[in-house]
């Protein structure tokens, strides 16, 4: 969460053993997510290692699968080289977790302290600049499109070009629909937004992609949430994909032209490419005023929409009137589940790095952490975590957190009584046959805020959100 929310580094320290081991769904987490983490974890004796000591787990070989790259320190004197080295892997080229490991005899041993001024890697040399070759025919491919899509994924908050794909969007007129973890990249209120696409996504994002005759992937994996069926994906659409982990790219679908490189540097040199072309991009704007009116009437028809009701509380009506009471710059975190994706489609995002929620790994249990991370991050801004009754239970000690350090988070539990997202699919997709997603017990929530000593509010009437709020 602090990490998401700053753009810097964030740290966590555990213990060896099963403190080592409780880091690993949230090294995964933050490893399908891009997440910049250093996770420093104790180890047994260096003499012991291999022995069943007590306490003793192998976390270099657990979590080699789902760490960038992890290091077992056995010399004092190679530390500070380890640490500048972690934390430079952790935040350069595609980010993600890297794990630290200290037996015991390292961490109480001294040395002279000598951090190095660089580092340099043999095996490790991220490409940032896009190669200028490629992006004119990007370029070209734009000019020469009618129905062009822009599909953006974690990749733009993580550089911080919101501004870049702000202004290619609009140089354009392209069309934005973003993944999960591209939400809030753009304003979803922009004439240009299409939402979220996808399984949970708009029916207009959907239907725009699948009708384009060019998608503009930038930062995002064609995760098989978005995709659907691969061969029904995009059928009629060139695909131009920038990122800057070569290994994303043609990894899931077949791919025009790949490039790439740093996202901001390529954006940027994209805008710079349109500019000397002044007079296409003005044919261009009016070429696909048409598209615009065929996506317009696809959103007149089918918008996100609910019923509303007198008598029951709807949680969209709940995320709606989040927005509308909360600061515009307010970070809100998600568990997972139903209530994350009417957060997606309700809860409009003006500015950049102000929706945190788990897209790979699907963790229950991330909102409360992470908001508590967000909010040590950002001491003075609202901090929001949107939860659901199973998905709070993962993570609900956390409070204790909360209350010590004072942070003033607010936790909204829409309380369904049921796990409801995989309650939705047993209900769609297996003939309604139930099993383990109901929650019949009388959980008291406000009880367990004021045992944490926390505030407990509580609302079952429409009437009474707003003044809940």
Not at 4 to 22: C, E, H, L, W, Y
Not at 334 to 340: A, W
Not at 362 to 378: D, R, V
Not at 429 to 441: A, G, P, V, W
Request: charged share 20%.
């Amino acid at each position: 969460g602090y990490a998401r929310a700053s753009g810097k580094v964030g740290v966590a320290i555990a213990t060896s053993g099963p403190g080592a081991t409780n880091t690993i769904t949230g090294l995964a987490t933050a490893y399908m997510d891009s997440i910049p983490l250093v996770v420093i974890t104790g180890q047994v004796p260096t003499p012991l290692i291999g022995n069943d000591a007590f306490q003793e787990a192998d976390i270099i070989g657990i979590t080699r699968p789902i760490t960038k790259h992890n290091y077992l320190v056995k010399d004092i004197k190679e530390l500070a080289r380890i640490m500048k080295q972690a934390f430079y892997i952790a935040r350069t080229g595609r980010p993600g977790p890297v794990l630290v490991d200290l037996p015991k005899d390292v961490q109480i041993d001294t040395a002279t302290f000598e951090y190095p001024e660089k580092v340099e890697l043999r095996g490790y040399k991220p490409t940032y600049s896009g190669n200028l070759r490629m992006v004119k025919k990007a370029v070209s491919m734009i000019l020469a499109a009618s129905q062009p899509v822009i599909y953006v994924g974690g990749g733009v908050s993580l550089t911080d070009a919101h501004e870049e794909l702000k202004i290619l969007a609009e140089r354009i007129q392209a069309p934005v629909t973003t993944t999960l973890m591209g939400m809030a990249s753009f304003p979803t209120r922009h004439p240009l937004s299409l939402g979220m696409l996808g399984m949970h996504g708009t029916y207009y994002a959907n239907m725009a992609v699948t009708n384009s005759d060019l998608l503009i992937a930038l930062g995002a994996r064609f995760d098989d949430r978005v995709t659907g069926k691969i061969a029904t994906f995009a059928p009629k659409a060139k695909i131009i994909h920038v990122d800057i982990d070569p290994t994303s790219i043609k990894k899931n679908v077949r791919v025009d032209l790949p490039i790439v490189g740093d996202l901001k540097d390529v954006l940027k040199k994209l805008i710079r490419q349109l500019e000397e072309q002044a007079d296409e991009v003005s044919k261009l704007v009016e070429h696909v005023k048409p598209w615009h009116a065929e996506i317009a009437e696809w959103r007149d028809k089918h918008p996100m929409s609910y019923r509303d009701s007198k008598t029951v509380i709807k949680p969209q009506y709940v995320i709606e009137k989040l927005r509308e009471l909360s600061d515009d710059d307010a970070i809100v975190t998600t568990e997972v589940g139903q209530h994350q994706m009417w957060t997606a489609q309700f809860f409009e995002f003006t500015q950049p790095r102000t929706f945190l929620s788990s897209g790979g790994l699907g963790t229950m249990g991330y909102g409360l952490p992470s908001a508590l991370g967000a909010q040590a991050a950002f001491p003075k801004r609202q901090v929001i975590d949107i939860s659901g009754d199973g998905s709070f239970q993962m993570n609900s000690q956390e409070l204790a957190t909360l209350v010590q350090y004072r942070l003033p988070v607010k936790i909204v539990i829409l309380n369904n009584n049921f796990l409801g997202m995989v309650r939705q699919w047993q209900q769609l997709f297996f003939d309604k046959r139930y099993s383990q997603t109901c929650m019949e017990l009388p959980i008291d929530f406000v009880k367990l805020a004021e045992a944490y000593g926390a505030t407990g509010l509580r609302t079952s009437k429409p009437e009474e959100v707003e003044e809940v709020i």
